[in-house]
């Protein structure tokens, strides 16, 4: 401000004098009067200049000045430079939060005080078919159209969520999804959508899981509370004692059974992967489902004179098929349990045939092949689940607990093999297992002959 009004009163006095010099006291007072016009316009230059960049607020056009208005325009040109970094931090905070919405594998949508979409992630277009660019700034209401969600957008108490079927979902692989919308702001609200399919489905295994389990244990106890009564209040022969007591154990080895299977299949699931570490010879696993399986046709065909045709490929102690990794006890309950499920399932005197084929790549695959009733198609995506029964009433007249296969899925993803089943009903079944290549190891080759 000193050198501001120096200035001014500089120029006047230099007008004054100019003009005193010119044309005596009056030229003095014209004189004085232009200096201060002059300097009115040096300073009201300036000013402009300084508006017109205020206006522009470009940093890199700022005006070089002195005086005022360059030390006006240097704080400006601070305090401008201090917005921008604000400005672009807070951006930056911004896409951050929005990267992180974007990685979360729920379904994020952002909804103005309208119920527009403003923002939303790739995971809710997947679960809704939204369009991030098509439908910013749509109403919600009009893009989900499940009448579950329109009641509870419209009744407004989001106290709790809604399920709602997703835009993909289908009877064969359905999708179900917990909504709930949270105000936040200034009326707007976010809506987040998990997708409980997964939940749903293991909470509906876990009820058919006890239901299953506790009908195929209350049957045997029904049997066994009736024997044992039947003992214990009538006076029997010793053939008719005798014979209760058989079934009585017959259906205390079927609780045995049952309960070992669940045992096994606990173990499977809670014990860490076998590794690469333990190699077992392929021809003794078959030799050792070779003894079981004929031992176990026996049992099935006792009262029949035309025992099971079993053909196994050729596991001679002196025969190589090379070794396989893993938990041998575990491949051997699932190879046997594939053999027992096909003996069990072919009439007397037809052919089971079991297959051990080496591949180009390096990989394997164990085969059983029956002469059964065959499956329909419709029920081979289920065969692996614990006690699914294609035919109930046989299953129970053969033995089966109905958690075979389901430890032979356990087994088999244990090990990285993979199961394939090929059924034609009237013509039987084939269920194949493929070992990786990683997991084998091929016959040594033979020794080579001396050449003397």
Not at 110 to 127: K, V, Y
Not at 394 to 417: E, F, P
Request: proline fraction near 5%; charged fraction near 20%; glycine fraction near 8%.
């Amino acid at each position: 401000m000193v050198s501001r009004s120096l200035w001014f009163l500089g120029l006047q006095l230099a007008g004054s004098a100019a003009g005193c010099w010119l044309g005596g006291v009056p030229g003095a007072l014209i004189g004085m009067l232009l200096g201060s016009w002059l300097w009115f316009a040096h300073d009201s230059w300036g000013a402009l200049r300084l508006l017109a960049w205020l206006r522009s607020t470009e940093l890199a056009h700022a005006p070089v000045q002195r005086g005022l208005w360059g030390e006006v325009g240097d704080r400006a040109r601070r305090w401008l430079r201090q917005q921008r970094q604000q400005t672009q931090a807070s951006d930056e905070r911004l896409n951050d939060m929005l990267s992180a919405l974007q990685a979360s594998p729920n379904g994020v949508v952002l909804l103005d005080e309208e119920g527009r979409i403003e923002w939303c992630n790739q995971i809710s277009n997947i679960q809704f078919g939204f369009d991030a660019v098509r439908d910013r700034m749509q109403n919600i209401g009009n893009l989900v159209r499940d009448p579950a969600f329109s009641h509870y957008l419209h009744a407004q108490d989001f106290s709790r969520g809604v399920v709602l079927q997703g835009r993909d979902s289908t009877p064969a692989r359905p999708m179900r999804l917990a909504v709930q919308l949270y105000p936040y702001g200034d009326g707007r609200r976010l809506l987040l959508a998990i997708d409980i399919t997964e939940h749903e489905q293991a909470e509906a295994m876990r009820r058919d899981f006890v239901a299953n389990v506790s009908h195929e244990i209350r049957t045997p106890l029904t049997v066994l509370v009736g024997f044992v009564e039947t003992l214990q209040t009538l006076p029997l022969e010793e053939e008719e004692r005798a014979r209760y007591l058989a079934l009585m154990a017959q259906q205390s080895a079927r609780m045995q059974h049952l309960v070992e299977d669940l045992l096994a299949l606990s173990r499977l699931e809670g014990s860490p992967p076998p590794g690469l570490t333990q190699w077992t010879p392929v021809g003794l696993l078959l030799r050792q489902c070779e003894d079981e399986a004929r031992g176990l046709s026996v049992a099935l065909t006792r009262a029949n004179a035309r025992p099971h045709v079993i053909e196994f490929p050729d596991s001679a102690p002196g025969v190589d098929l090379g070794e396989i990794a893993g938990a041998a006890t575990e491949l051997q309950s699932a190879f046997s349990n594939l053999l027992a499920n096909a003996l069990r399932y072919t009439p007397a005197g037809k052919r089971v045939t079991v297959r051990w084929q080496a591949h180009a790549d390096g990989s394997a695959t164990f085969s059983v092949q029956d002469e059964g009733p065959g499956i329909e198609s419709t029920h081979l995506a289920r065969l692996t689940e614990r006690f699914y029964r294609v035919d109930r009433s046989r299953s129970r007249d053969t033995g089966g607990t109905g958690l075979g296969l389901a430890i032979v899925k356990h087994v088999l993803q244990r090990h990285g093999a993979t199961l394939d089943v090929r059924s034609t009903v009237g013509s039987g079944s084939v269920f194949s297992v493929t070992f990786p290549a990683q997991r084998l190891r091929p016959p040594a080759l033979p020794a080579p002959a001396d050449a003397s």
